[in-house]
């Protein structure tokens, strides 16, 4: 009973019960019990902020990739369509990688065309008969 008495002698009997805190006059918490359910609004107020921005974020990014999704290329073929695009895909790659090693054996065989023209010249101009100098 004291405590009650105590806890009534603390807060301001002249001043209006704020409707939205809930606390006597000012806002300022005048006694434990007061302070405890600030607390608690505070919390759930901040909870629900908190939830709030994270069904936003939620929401954002499902859009963002709801739209990816929907601009993949090839989103809107079928399966057959797919598998023969790859097909073809693979078919270009081994074509294209044909003639890369076409492309580098004649590189290959230039180069040997063009060091043997140069040990040809470099023996004629130092006056060296011996072949095979620059194996």
Known sequence: ?????????????????????GIVGDGVPRTEKEFVEFLIRAERQRDTEIVQQLARDVLAKSDAINEMVANLPGMYRTRQMQMKRIDELLQSCHSVARELEDAHR???????????????????????EEEGIFD
């Open 106 to 128: 004649i590189a290959t065989e230039k180069r040997e065309e063009v060091r043997k023209a140069l040990e040809e010249c470099t023996c004629s101009a130092l006056g060296v």
């Open 1 to 21: 009973a004291n405590d009650d008495k105590g806890d009534q002698a603390m807060t301001t009997p002249n001043k209006p019960k704020n409707e939205k805190s």
